[in-house]
């Protein structure tokens, strides 16, 4: 069966903290792994991963997949409240390109 | 950037009733699907829809559930007779291919409450 563990399931960090959330998975056909963030209402695409040790960043979010160790983390520095979220790991697996999708890590940033 | 549009974004429906959910993809995306995350829990994937055909679907989409392109613009999610189960937020998403481009882009979904 496919699986996709995000750890931790939340966190609550200070602003200027900087997170590292995990996102470790088993599936067949892996063909990519997408990042989300999921504020009120529908995930927001981040990244998508589909080589190993090639870092992918956009401000200060950035994301990094090891395909051997079938893992991949996302950091985000100088954290800020507006980061506060679900933030959403996917695997798309197979032909049909569907989303595996992990449970979330709820990420709380105080001010 | 273009976006995926839903609606309603609100559907609150009495158990057994049909209910439709609506959804625009982007224009030049050639891959649909609807997704669903009850409360408190994980996105699901319900099906996929290529070339005006569905190309997988989970154990979920049963004989209730059926999706249709009908007019090559609107994708749309039928649930026939709906259960209190059923209540979750609906996702429609959409993508293109090109080369390895595989990004899913989601709509802002609809909340839909059996009562």
């Known amino acids: 069966e496919d699986k996709v563990v995000q750890s931790p399931l939340s966190l609550v960090v200070h602003e200027g903290d900087t997170v590292t959330l995990n996102c470790s998975y088993e599936?067949?056909?892996?063909?990519?792994l997408l990042w989300y963030k999921q504020e009120k209402k529908a995930p927001t695409f981040l990244f998508m991963l589909?080589?190993?040790?090639i870092e992918k960043k956009s401000g200060r979010l950035s994301s990094i997949l090891d395909k051997k160790e079938l893992f991949s983390i996302l950091n985000i520095t100088a954290t800020q409240t507006g980061d506060s979220a679900i933030y959403l790991c996917a695997v798309v697996r197979g032909y049909g390109n569907k989303l595996v999708f992990g449970a979330g890590t709820i990420l709380r940033v105080k001010s | 950037e273009p976006e995926v549009t839903q609606t309603p974004s609100h559907q609150v429906t009495q158990m057994g009733q049909e209910v439709i959910l609506r959804c625009v993809p982007i224009?030049?995306?050639?891959?649909f699907y609807w997704y669903r995350q009850i409360l408190g829990q994980k996105v699901e994937f319900l099906v996929s829809?290529?070339?005006?055909?569905?190309?997988?679907k989970s154990e979920i989409f049963d004989d209730q559930f059926s999706v249709e392109r009908p007019d090559g613009s609107n994708f749309t999610l039928k649930i026939r007779s709906t259960k209190l189960e059923d209540s979750a937020m609906y996702f429609c998403?959409?993508?293109?291919?090109?080369?390895?481009?595989?990004?899913?882009?989601f709509g802002s979904g609809t909340q839909l409450s059996v009562l």
């Open positions: 829809f290529y070339n005006n055909e569905i190309s997988e």
């Open positions: 599936v067949t056909n892996f063909r990519s």
């Open positions: 224009s030049n995306h050639l891959y």
């Open positions: 998403a959409s993508r293109t291919y090109r080369g390895s481009n595989e990004k899913l882009l």
């Open positions: 589909t080589s190993s040790g």
